[in-house]
């Protein structure tokens, strides 16, 4: 009777072992699905636009539309990743600045005569003032982030209009251009600026002091100042360091096409938070990451183009940026959700 009592329970120990392990592996294979979902869909996006049109965009010229056009997305999203990280919920102002550094720059090299070098310098320190402008009204003014950025915005687009006299402003140096053009194994360099800047950022998230902070503040500010964390610094920085990016963004963009049209910085605004939003369904499901959201530019880039080639009109890139954002709105919601749960 007794070793019958023992071989039961060895066999219901065995049992909830192998349940255990068969919800240990369920849990795994969800959560690698999860991360790389995304990734799984743009291969299958790959392959059929592949399979629908393979003379038009199965080709080189594809290849570097995709991966050689999306410079300003790839800084714009950084941008917007510093503070969203840091709990502020968007910064509109982004696009606008990155307009206002490339039209500085045009204007004061091409119209005014002034260096390459000190243009430059102007451009960037006028993207960082608009940073520090809103991190001061933001955090220490108390303003509300969504009317802070927003109203900003309006105001750059507006000077940018102004500064460029209502028209588009080209003519800068074809030296200049290889800043931004220089082909490296078949891309332009700012390809790989981009590349750069994710993988550095994703690496100060991860592992340095600064990125712990960063992702303690966005989780819950009362309980990181409690924890000795300068919760102002740290979210004032975040709005600075936005700005500079857009501003090196902008010298980017405007380098590469010797010039720039100050209309057109809006245009930039929609596809940036969708990808951002996008990327946080990508590596880290439910958490806003450097990582995730290059991967969504490219994946957002290789879906209008795409279509695009099909042979769908212009409206199309508004349709699919629209309604990407919504589904990762709602998609990156419940993610965080459930991470939280």
Known sequence: MSLQVDVDEVAADAAGVADRGGRDWRRRATGVLGRY???????????VYS???PSIFDTSGTFQTIFGSQAALVFLSMAFLCTIVVG??????????????ATLLAVLNVNDHVSLALAVAIALAAACCAGAVNGLLVVYMGVDTIVVTLGMSTLLSGVALAIANLSPVSGMSAGFARIALTEVWGL???FYYGLAIAILFAYILAATPLGRHMRFVGANREVSRLAGVRVGRIRFGAFL?????????????AAGIGGFDPSSSTTYLLPTVSAVFLGAAVIQPGAFN????????YFLA??????QELGLAGW?????????????????TLLRRRAAA
């Open 290 to 297: 450097p990582l995730g959201t290059i991967v969504s530019v």
């Open 188 to 190: 332009p360099v700012s």
């Open 241 to 253: 360091f936005a700005g500079l990016i857009s501003g090196v963004g902008g010298v980017v963009v």
């Open 51 to 53: 399979a629908l049109e």
């Open 316 to 332: 199309i890139s508004d349709v699919f940026y629209g309604a990407v954002l919504i589904f990762t709105v709602t998609l990156s």
């Open 302 to 307: 290789t879906g209008i183009v795409g279509l």
């Open 88 to 101: 502020e919920f968007v910064d509109l102002s982004v696009a606008s600045i990155l307009g206002l550094s």
């Open 37 to 47: 979902a995304v990734v799984a869909v743009w291969a299958a996006m790959v392959a």
